[in-house]
């Protein structure tokens, strides 16, 4: 079993930026990649990021790309992600994920969610 938290949400203007993280606890984190998904109200969940187990791969929807950035701390057993220049229809709930699979994957894929956090963008 692996235990997702996320954190960090909140309410920002268009423009601005907001820090996630999500604390794994639980199996060994190392051995996960790991992803943020995230679904707006009438939407499907979708991916956005995913970073490998060592941390030297990550992957981007083409929606975010250039404005987002993922990270992990082997140490903290964590992951970040770290948005900028937010847009309106970046509004949604975000998913911290862990999976077997690495690269950009579907919701199928993923083994482990955590409960979600709100990130609301006001324009």
């Known amino acids: 079993q692996v235990q997702l938290v996320e954190s960090g949400g909140g309410l920002v203007q268009a423009g601005g930026s907001l820090g996630l993280s999500c604390a794994a606890s639980?199996?060994?984190?190392?051995?996960?990649?790991m992803a943020w998904f995230r679904q707006a109200p009438g939407r499907e969940r979708e991916f956005v990021s995913a970073?490998?187990?060592?941390?030297?791969?990550?992957y981007y929807a083409d929606s975010v790309k250039g404005r987002f950035t993922i990270s992990r701390d082997g140490a903290k057993n964590t992951v970040y992600l770290q948005m900028n220049s937010l847009k309106p229809e970046d509004t949604a709930v975000y998913y911290c994920?862990?999976?077997?699979?690495?690269?950009?994957?579907?919701?199928?894929?993923?083994?482990?969610w955590g409960q979600g956090t709100q990130v609301t963008v006001s324009s």
């Open positions: 639980g199996r060994t984190f190392s051995s996960y990649n």
């Open positions: 970073i490998n187990r060592s941390g030297s791969n990550t």
């Open positions: 994920a862990a999976t077997i699979h690495p690269g950009p994957i579907a919701t199928d894929h993923v083994g482990y």
